[in-house]
C-alpha cells in the first residue's frame, strides 16, 4: 500500500539514505500517483543527493497537484537555487509566502536565494570569505545530515544555533573554532579530514573581512548578548508528518460531516442529497467502506441496481485493502446480492444472488443474510418449477407410469410419476399412483407422505384414503388406518376399497383383543407401539395409568372406567397396539 511504502521512505530519509528513500517514494507514487506529498518527499530525497534536476521535476508536480500548499514552493526554491537558478528559487520562494507569510523555512530559503543572486555580481566578497560558499543554501544541511558524524548534532539547539550564525555570517566561523562539532561539520562541509590531538587546540585560519571587528572584540560582544532561543532547523527539511497528519484529520473529520449529512437525507428520502454527500465524503476520504455502502443502500432505494452492485464490489475490494471490520464486508456483500435479486428474472438469475449470500455469511453470520438466503433459494425453487410446468407434458408422463405400473416396473413407474409432479405439482392423481407404486415396493414412509400429499392437495379424492390407510395396515397401525378409511368414507359412503377396508382393520383389531397373535407378532406390535407418540402419550398419562391399575386390581373402578367414551378410545388404542390385552 501507499502508505507503508511512504513510511519507508520516511524512515530511510530520516537516517540518511536517501537512494533507499527515493526508492520507497517512487514506489508510493506508482500506487497513489496524485499524492502531492509523496513528490514533494522525494524532491527533498533528489536534492540531499544533488541531484536537483529531478527534484525539481517532483517540486513542479508537487505545485501542480496543490497549488496551495506552501510546502510545494519550499521545494520548488530548493531545486531552483540547487540549479543555480536564483531569480527563479526568489520567485517560487515569494510565492510560497503569499500562502503562508510566516512559514520560516521559506523566509531562509528567500535569504538564501537572494544572497546568492547578489552574489554573482560581487565576486570579490566570495574572495573575501574564501570558505562562505560551504556554509550557503541548503546543500549545507543536507550534507550535515547525510553524514553520519554530524546528524546527531541536529538535534542539539545549541549546535544549530552556531551553525545558523555562520551560515549567515561566515566570518562568525571564528567565535566557535574551540567547539569541536563545528569543526567536524567544517570538515563534512569541505570535504576534507580535520584531526585534533590530545590536548591540541585546532589551528585553523582567521576569516575576517575589511569592515570585520577584531575577533576578540566580537567574541566580547557576542558573551554580552543574552542567549536566544534556538531557532527551527532549515532545510533539509523533514517530511512534514505532522502537518500531513493534520491535513488527514481534518480530512476524515469533514468526510464524517458530509456523512452523516448524507444520513439525514436518506432518513428524508432525499436520495439525490444523500449521494451527493457521500460522494464528498469519498473524495476527502478513501479508507472509510462506510460511504460507499450508504451510497449502494441509496441507490438500491432509487432502483439503480447496477449503480448500487458497483459500489457493494468497491467496498468489498477496498475493505479487505484496509482490513476493514469483515461485518463491513458481510454488509456490502448483502446488500449487493439484495441488488441482483432485484434484477433476476429466472431461475438460473438467484445461482449467484445465492453464492453472493454465502460469501456475506462467510464473513459474518448475520440472520438478515441467512433469512435472505432462504428467500433466494426458494424463489429460484418456485421459478423452477414455473419454468418446467407443463399440465400437458405431465399427464403424458403419468400414462407411461400407469403403463409400467400394469407390468409391474415399479422403479420405472415411479420414474415417470416423479417427472409428471415435476411438470405438474399439484396433481393429486399422480402422487396416489407413485404412493401405490411405493406400497408395492414396501416404501411405507415415502408412500405414506405421497398419500398425504394427495389428500392434502384434494381432501375430496377417496382414492388418497385408500392409499394412504394400506400404507397404514401394512404397517400395522390398525387403529390409524381404520381412522384413514373412516375419514375417505366422509367424502364417499358407499366407496367399496374404504368399505373393505374398515372390515380388514376390525378384523386385525379384534383379532390382537382376544389374544390371537404369535408371540413374535404381539412383540413386534409393541415395540412399534411403544415408539408411537400417541402411545407414549397415553402411557405418561397419570389418570390413564390409574385406570390400568384399576382393570386389574379394582374391578368395581374399572366398571365405571367403561362408561367413559374418551377412555375407552384410548384403552382400545393400547388394546390394538398389543400393549393391552382383554381376557
Given at each position: 500500500m501507499a502508505d507503508e511504502a511512504k513510511a519507508k521512505g520516511n524512515a530511510a530519509f530520516s537516517s540518511g539514505d536517501f537512494a533507499t528513500a527515493i526508492r520507497h517514494f517512487s514506489e508510493a507514487i506508482d500506487l497513489s500517483p496524485n499524492n502531492h506529498v509523496l513528490y514533494s518527499n522525494r524532491s527533498a530525497a533528489y536534492a540531499s543527493l544533488q541531484k536537483y534536476s529531478d527534484a525539481l521535476t517532483d517540486a513542479k508536480k508537487t505545485v501542480e497537484l496543490k497549488p496551495d500548499w506552501s510546502k510545494g514552493y519550499s521545494r520548488l526554491g530548493a531545486a531552483h537555487l540547487g540549479l543555480s537558478q536564483f531569480d527563479d528559487a526568489v520567485s517560487a520562494y515569494k510565492k510560497g509566502l503569499e500562502i503562508d507569510p510566516n512559514n520560516e523555512p521559506l523566509k531562509s530559503g528567500l535569504a538564501d536565494a537572494k544572497k546568492a543572486s547578489a552574489a554573482r555580481f560581487s565576486r570579490g566578497s566570495a574572495l573575501a570569505n574564501p570558505f562562505g560558499d560551504a556554509f550557503s543554501g541548503p546543500e549545507m544541511w543536507a550534507k550535515l545530515t547525510a553524514d553520519p558524524g554530524t546528524r546527531v548534532y541536529l538535534q542539539q539547539p545549541d549546535?544549530?544555533?552556531?551553525?545558523?550564525?555562520?551560515?549567515?555570517?561566515?566570518?562568525?566561523?571564528?567565535?566557535?573554532?574551540?567547539?569541536?562539532?563545528?569543526?567536524?561539520?567544517?570538515?563534512?562541509?569541505?570535504?576534507?579530514?580535520?584531526?585534533?590531538?590530545?590536548?591540541?587546540?585546532?589551528?585553523?585560519?582567521?576569516?575576517?573581512?575589511?569592515?570585520?571587528?577584531?575577533?576578540?572584540?566580537?567574541?566580547?560582544?557576542?558573551?554580552?548578548?543574552?542567549?536566544?532561543?534556538?531557532?527551527?532547523?532549515?532545510?533539509?527539511?523533514?517530511?512534514?508528518?505532522?502537518?500531513?497528519?493534520?491535513?488527514?484529520?481534518?480530512?476524515?473529520?469533514?468526510?464524517?460531516?458530509?456523512k452523516e449529512a448524507g444520513n439525514a437525507a436518506y432518513k428524508k428520502k432525499d436520495f439525490d442529497t444523500a449521494i451527493q454527500h457521500y460522494s464528498k465524503a469519498l473524495e476527502l476520504d478513501d479508507e472509510d467502506v462506510s460511504f460507499l455502502t450508504n451510497r449502494a443502500a441509496v441507490y438500491l432505494?432509487?432502483?439503480?441496481?447496477?449503480?448500487?452492485?458497483?459500489?457493494?464490489?468497491?467496498?468489498?475490494?477496498?475493505?479487505?485493502?484496509?482490513?476493514?471490520?469483515?461485518?463491513?464486508?458481510?454488509?456490502?456483500?448483502?446488500?449487493?446480492?439484495?441488488?441482483?435479486?432485484?434484477?433476476?428474472?429466472?431461475?438460473?438469475?438467484?445461482?449467484?444472488?445465492?453464492?453472493?449470500?454465502?460469501?456475506?455469511?462467510?464473513?459474518?453470520?448475520?440472520?438478515?443474510?441467512?433469512?435472505?438466503?432462504?428467500?433466494?433459494?426458494?424463489?429460484?425453487?418456485?421459478?423452477?418449477?414455473?419454468?418446467?410446468?407443463?399440465?400437458?407434458?405431465?399427464?403424458?408422463?403419468?400414462?407411461?407410469?400407469n403403463d409400467y405400473f400394469k407390468q409391474q416396473k415399479y422403479p420405472e413407474a415411479i420414474k415417470h410419476y416423479t417427472e409428471s409432479l415435476k411438470r405438474n405439482p399439484k396433481d393429486p392423481k399422480a402422487y396416489s399412483n407413485r404412493a401405490a407404486c411405493y406400497t408395492k415396493l414396501g416404501a411405507m414412509p415415502e408412500g405414506l407422505k405421497d398419500a398425504e400429499k394427495c389428500i392434502e392437495l384434494d381432501p375430496t379424492f377417496t382414492k388418497g384414503y385408500t392409499r394412504k390407510g394400506a400404507v397404514q395396515f401394512f404397517m400395522k397401525e390398525y387403529e390409524k388406518a381404520l381412522e384413514t378409511y373412516r375419514e375417505g368414507l366422509k367424502h364417499d359412503p358407499n366407496n367399496q376399497e374404504l368399505l373393505d377396508g374398515i372390515g380388514r382393520c376390525v378384523q386385525q383389531i379384534n383379532r390382537t383383543s382376544r389374544g390371537d397373535v404369535t408371540p413374535e407378532e404381539l412383540k413386534e406390535r409393541q415395540a412399534k407401539a411403544m415408539s408411537d407418540p400417541e402411545i407414549q402419550n397415553i402411557l405418561q398419562d397419570p389418570v390413564m395409568r390409574q385406570v390400568l391399575v384399576d382393570f386389574q386390581e379394582n374391578p368395581k373402578a374399572a366398571q365405571e372406567h367403561t362408561k367413559n367414551p374418551g377412555v375407552m378410545d384410548k384403552i382400545q388404542k393400547l388394546i390394538s397396539a398389543g400393549i393391552v390385552q382383554m381376557k
Open positions: 549546535f544549530v544555533k552556531m551553525m545558523q550564525d555562520i551560515q549567515k555570517d561566515p566570518n562568525n566561523l571564528n567565535l566557535y573554532l574551540k567547539d569541536q562539532r563545528v569543526m567536524q561539520a567544517f570538515g563534512v562541509l569541505l570535504n576534507v579530514k580535520i584531526n585534533k590531538g590530545p590536548g591540541d587546540d585546532v589551528d585553523m585560519p582567521d576569516i575576517s573581512s575589511p569592515s570585520s571587528s577584531s575577533s576578540s572584540e566580537r567574541k566580547r560582544a557576542a558573551e554580552a548578548e543574552p542567549p536566544k532561543q534556538p531557532e527551527p532547523e532549515p532545510e533539509p527539511e523533514p517530511m512534514e508528518l505532522a502537518d500531513e497528519e493534520k491535513e488527514k484529520k481534518h480530512r476524515k473529520a469533514e468526510a464524517q460531516k458530509e432505494e432509487m432502483g439503480k441496481y447496477e449503480d448500487c452492485i458497483k459500489d457493494c464490489d468497491k467496498a468489498v475490494e477496498r475493505g479487505r485493502e484496509l482490513r476493514s471490520d469483515y461485518k463491513m464486508i458481510a454488509r456490502a456483500l448483502t446488500r449487493k446480492g439484495t441488488a441482483m435479486g432485484k434484477t433476476a428474472k429466472c431461475s438460473k438469475d438467484y445461482e449467484p444472488v445465492i453464492e453472493t449470500y454465502q460469501k456475506a455469511l462467510t464473513e459474518h453470520r448475520n440472520p438478515d443474510t441467512l433469512k435472505k438466503l432462504n428467500e433466494a433459494e426458494k424463489a429460484k425453487k418456485e421459478l423452477e418449477q414455473q419454468e418446467y410446468y407443463d399440465p400437458e407434458l405431465a399427464d403424458k408422463e403419468r400414462e407411461k407410469g
